[in-house]
């Protein structure tokens, strides 16, 4: 049974920083292409960031480009994303995502196979 379980959201200032974690069980971790996304109220859910099986390629969005970093670490079955520098406009709920298909690194909620229940994080102003 596949499972992805994400922590370390939680309430932070503008300004701050938090770090999110997924434990994979379940899937040959070493062997997925790993991404985060995050869905807000009223909006579709939206690519975050996503990092190659190696770990040598990794992909932001736009909006977190500067601020967020991505990292695995394939001994402990563990994708991470380090934000720093957030914003009100980070606050949602993040999901990490897997895809087994060795594929190139997608950054469409379509290009990935399984999903974690989702961390909130919420950015006061």
């Known amino acids: 049974q596949v499972q992805l379980v994400e922590s370390g959201g939680g309430l932070v200032q503008a300004g701050g920083s938090l770090r999110l974690s997924c434990a994979a069980s379940g899937i040959t971790f070493s062997r997925c292409n790993m991404g985060w996304f995050r869905q807000a109220p009223g909006k579709d859910r939206e690519f975050v960031s996503a990092i190659s099986w190696t770990g040598r390629n990794t992909y932001y969005a736009d909006s977190v480009k500067g601020r967020f970093t991505i990292s695995r670490d394939n001994a402990k079955n563990t994708v991470y994303l380090q934000m720093n520098s957030v914003k009100p406009d980070d606050t949602a709920v993040y999901y990490c995502?897997?895809?087994?298909?060795?594929?190139?690194?997608?950054?469409?909620?379509?290009?990935?196979?399984?999903w974690g229940q989702g961390t909130q994080v919420t950015v006061s102003s």
């Open positions: 995502a897997a895809d087994k298909t060795w594929a190139r690194v997608g950054k469409s909620v379509f290009d990935y196979d399984y």
